[in-house]
């Protein structure tokens, strides 16, 4: 058996995932400018023989140096932290869109990692060994974009780079050495030069042999390009032509191994290329008896999901501690800073991130398209027992600490019961109703979960339940619909919930279609609801009412916290543009075409009996 070694280029001080592969080394490459401390998964390439001060211009040859200089191994391969050599005989679909051909994924972990065998290090081996060279599929570079066109040659293609990757002369320098240096590439170099394919981004395998070939010839004319180019006028981008003056040379040297050699044992494989690699860090529960809190806030501008920390803030005791976890959508760095500073007076809270967008990525690779991420909470959390579930839209009516009355037991989900799904359900059409039963197969159309907020067993789900079959059954049933999330929690928990918590939740809404709905509940849970009002634990609002002008409780309470953040101007430019957007002119009443409008709208969708039923007593209570 061959001793491989696949040298995987990481950047300093970036904490990327890596692949479980005895065949992988993962290498920082610039070492020397690393300013955090190591793990073990990873080996600096500034120990030995190295370039690694090197590394801002040479870029990820500074691995591809140490590996020549300090490491033995029978067969050298380099890939990058986020590009990876396809090595089986499987053959995917392109969908780059840069149009290189690479095979575009979105995101790269463990699950995405065994999806393309990046893992599996036997069969990896038992390909490389077939082989003595292995390059990635060749780019048509005539078929690419430059700032100035697409060009026809690679020679005019680097060229059109002038004064972004290199200065145009660059390239008659780099011919000029290997003339003079190794005169017996200087045919091949020209010929190159001048055809349009290209293999690039420095990833390859090669044997012993020719790898230490390569890379004498290489490091040799790199170090002479670096005499007779100042660069010390160069940009950022610029600063890096040593690296791109590698690739060509890398290039010019497989043009000729292969040209020179006809038996040459050789493949062209596809390139993966991973775009979000950072790593997810497990997150492990605190000790503590409260029940660690789980907000997810959707997609929506972050600085609204403030109000709810706020409120949050205004409703906890300092002398316990709280573990608070946020599922949030690619929010940028500057709101988690944000979110953290309303923490920093608080020593007993911990808050955690996760990033739904690598979940939902890795999903979507395998087809799987749910419309929440609070489902798989119990796989998510795997180190939690329980957790409460809470929408971004909250306001928190009592001290948290009541939150830990609440017992479990046995159950899966203890909860509240939606009022409005419910109201959906008995509403004079009864459309939702054989959605739910027919197509659903919801069998109790007045049990359904609340999902703004809820406690989850995520121990006893995990016990019962299996994330892939649940996913594919919420797959299949939402083939014709897309499905909501209190749609997909009910179709999974129903039966295995206890939902007579009513004091959790109490839902706020000014809406008038949802207002009307909600009535149309069963009266028994309608009037529990309505008793609910002033001492539910929580309020979830419908952000609409945000911006009304009638002076409501949830309004008032709304704004007296709004007012208390830095984000004061944020939060008023926003609904201001709401407002605007939606063309409501609040000081005024209704005009007669839009309640024309309305009034047909109320004939399509509920018919022509309800709608004069539904006037009259409009016209009863504006009396």
């Known amino acids: ?46 120990t030995g023989d190295n370039i690694s001060k090197k590394n801002k211009a040479y870029c990820e040859l500074t691995t591809q140096y140490w590996a020549w200089k300090n490491i033995k191994a029978d067969y050298y391969g380099f890939c990058h932290y986020r590009r990876f050599l396809s090595l089986t005989n499987k053959k995917y679909t392109s969908n780059d869109p840069s149009g290189r051909g690479q095979i575009y994924i979105k995101v790269l972990n463990d699950t995405t990692a065994h999806m393309y065998q990046l893992d599996n290090d036997r069969s990896m081996q038992a390909y490389i060994e077939k082989f003595d060279c292995i390059l990635p599929c060749k780019q048509n570079l005539s078929t ?20 972004l990757f290199m200065n145009g002369e660059d390239l ?6 290997i003339s003079e ?8 170099a020209n010929e190159f030069l001048n055809q349009s394919f290209f293999w690039g981004y420095n990833c390859f395998i090669l044997k012993k042999e020719y790898f230490f070939e390569l890379c004498d010839f290489e490091f040799s004319v790199l170090k002479e390009l670096e005499n007779r180019i100042d660069m010390s006028n160069y940009n950022q981008q610029m600063a890096r032509m040593p690296g791109f003056m590698g690739e060509i040379l890398s290039c010019i040297y497989f043009y000729k191994l292969i040209k020179e050699k006809p038996n040459l044992r050789l493949s062209e494989v596809q390139l993966l290329y991973f775009e979000n690699t950072l790593k997810n860090t497990q997150i492990n529960p605190i000790k503590t008896n409260n029940i660690p809190i789980v907000f997810n806030i959707d997609n929506i501008p972050p600085f609204l999901f403030l109000v709810t920390i706020k409120s949050l803030l205004n409703n906890i005791y300092k002398a316990e501690q709280y ?124 049990n359904l979960l609340d999902y703004r907020a809820f406690i989850m067993n995520l121990s006893q789900i995990r016990q019962t339940m299996q994330p892939l079959k649940m996913l594919n059954q919420l797959n299949n049933i939402g083939q014709n619909k ?18 007579e918590c009513y004091e959790l939740l109490y839902y706020y809404t000014e809406d008038i279609n949802e207002t009307r709905v909600i009535k149309q509940a069963p009266l028994n849970l309608y009037n529990k609801y309505n008793a609910n009002e002033n001492k539910a634990f929580l309020i979830s609002y419908n952000p609409s009412c945000l911006g009304s002008l009638n002076g409501s409780k949830i309004n008032i309470a709304y704004w007296n916290i709004a007012r208390t953040l830095d984000v004061y101007h944020l939060l008023l430019e926003h609904f201001s543009f709401v407002l605007c957007s939606s063309g409501i002119q609040p000081l005024k009443h209704r005009s007669l075409s839009n309640k024309a409008k309305g009034c047909l709208r109320c004939i399509r969708d509920h018919g022509f009996l309800y709608t004069v039923k539904y006037g009259i007593k409009k016209i009863i209570a504006l009396n």
């Not at 499905?483 to 206890?498: A, G």
């Open 1 to 46: 058996m061959c001793n491989i070694k696949i040298f995987v280029t990481h950047i300093p001080n970036k904490e990327d995932e890596i692949i479980n592969n005895n065949l992988m080394i993962n290498v920082v490459a610039g070492a020397d400018y690393q300013t955090k401390p190591l793990s073990d998964s990873f080996v600096p390439d500034n």
């Open 144 to 163: 690419l974009p430059t700032p100035i066109g697409k060009q026809q040659n690679v020679y005019k293609h680097f060229e059109g780079h002038n004064r």
């Open 172 to 177: 008659q320098i780099l011919l000029d050495i």
């Open 181 to 188: 240096k190794f005169p017996q590439y200087f045919s091949i």
């Open 323 to 446: 573990d608070i976890i946020i599922l949030h959508w690619n929010i940028s760095s500057n709101f988690i800073k944000l979110f953290d500073e309303q923490f920093y007076d608080y020593t007993n809270i911990r808050v955690s991130y996760i990033n739904l967008c690598n979940i939902y990525d890795t999903l979507k690779e395998r087809h799987l398209y749910p419309a929440d991420s609070r489902i798989l909470l119990p796989w998510i959390l795997s180190e939690y027992n329980s957790v409460a579930c809470f929408n971004w839209n909250i306001l928190f009516n009592q001290n948290i600490k009541n939150l830990n009355t609440i017992s479990l037991n046995d159950q899966l989900i203890i909860g509240c019961k939606d009022i409005l799904m419910i109201g959906m359900a008995n509403d004079v059409s009864d459309k939702y109703e054989k959605f739910l039963v027919d197509d659903l197969k919801i069998e109790d159309k007045n």
């Open 482 to 499: 897309k499905l909501s999330i209190s749609e997909e929690l009910n179709i999974i928990f129903q039966k295995k919930m206890f939902l």
